[in-house]
């Protein structure tokens, strides 16, 4: 499954806030660089929890090599805006920025959708980058800002086209709108959790990235589901053991007090259920396959975390 995905050019990993989305595309990209791809890995927001979860310290607009195989970048828009000047009508790059952030503000929150056209179209050009014939990246994991931005930014291109009837804009947002349409090329996936609202708003994010887009849903990943490691009837039988009639024997055999013990495996048993319900739920109400992302009680964060969840990844049929 996770093969599917990564046959990709280009991902993108979208979900609630705190669902996982920086650590599940760093997983990704250590899958992808595991298959030597060349990765680039790109982060929308510029919090540095990206970078962070592939060990490296905040990086800026131009890819950094942050492990093998394996640059990032962090988006920002105004210098987005400077590359493409630059590039395509060959403004020099201002050392001074003042004016033109001042331009660059009235733009962008003037005509709706620039911003979102901006960061798109720089995924999309290192998406074209080339070494000779071959790509410079072999893939590109986007690691998307929480669920309200990522339609937008996957529409930029289109909603462009409507305004932009000819020229170089025009040309250049239509093939990015084929690109974001080609399913054999680009992905969404949705994070979710075994919880209500982030469930329902992965659900929804589906949902609307159906209908309202062109872009094809590779996958959801359920994360930090729980295992089913003990039974309804095991906890009764430890329950029942541990009663007021039983107590006596029960601090006995256990060389101590037995609540610690019973409340640990209602807990267990109750987020294993909530687990298997969310699962249940997210397979009726996607078209998607929904894969599980265990909890990963060990470690707290960063690379080591990334590398616990990329090998869980790799595991889950
Ligand atoms: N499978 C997992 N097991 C245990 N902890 C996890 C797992 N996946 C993610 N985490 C932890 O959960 C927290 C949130 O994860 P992460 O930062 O990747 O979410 P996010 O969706 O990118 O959040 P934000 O919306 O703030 O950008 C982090 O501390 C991360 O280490
Ligand atoms: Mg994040």
Redesign the pocket.
């Known amino acids: 499954m996770v093969d599917a995905l990564l046959r990709r050019r280009l991902l993108f990993v979208a ?12 997983a990704l990209a250590l899958l992808a660089a595991r298959r030597n791809k060349r990765v680039l890995c790109i982060e929308i ?1 510029a ?1 540095g ?2 970078p962070a ?1 592939l060990g490296s310290g905040p990086v800026g607009f131009e890819p950094r090599v942050v492990q093998p195989n394996i640059s990032c970048l962090s988006m920002h828009a105004e210098e987005s805006l400077q590359e493409y000047l630059r590039l395509y009508f060959k403004v020099p790059r201002f050392t001074r920025m003042t004016p033109l952030a001042r331009v660059f503000e009235f733009v962008a929150t003037g005509v709706p959708g620039t911003k979102d056209m901006l960061i798109v179209g720089k995924i999309a050009y290192e998406e074209k980058r080339r070494d000779g014939e071959r790509p410079h990246w072999d893939i590109i994991i986007v ?1 998307s800002e ?1 669920t309200g931005h990522v339609l937008p930014q996957l529409n930029a291109a289109r909603a462009m086209m409507d305004l932009a009837k000819g020229g170089i804009i025009r040309s250049q947002t239509v093939w990015i709108d084929e690109m974001l349409a080609d399913p054999e090329r680009t992905a969404l996936t949705i ?1 979710a959790l075994p919880e209500e609202m982030p469930a329902v708003e992965a659900i929804e994010l589906h949902d609307r990235a159906r209908t309202e887009t062109r872009i094809a849903i590779g996958a959801c990943f359920l ?2 589901t729980f295992p089913q490691l003990v039974t309804a009837r095991s906890v009764r039988t430890l329950e029942s053991a541990a009663s007021a009639e039983h107590l006596d024997e029960a601090r006995k055999r256990l060389g101590g007090d037995p609540a610690g013990v019973v409340v640990g495996a209602q807990l267990a048993l109750r987020l294993a259920d909530a687990s298997a319900k969310y699962s249940r739920r997210l397979r009726e109400q996607m078209t998607c396959p929904v894969l599980e ?5 060990g470690v ?3 690379l080591a ?1 990334t590398r ?2 990329a090998t ?1 990844l790799e595991q889950t049929a």
């Open positions: 979900g609630k806030g705190g669902t996982g989305k920086s650590t599940l595309a760093a927001d919090k929890s990206l979860c690691d929480a994070c994360n930090r992302v265990p909890v990963q009680a707290r964060s960063g975390i616990q969840v869980a």
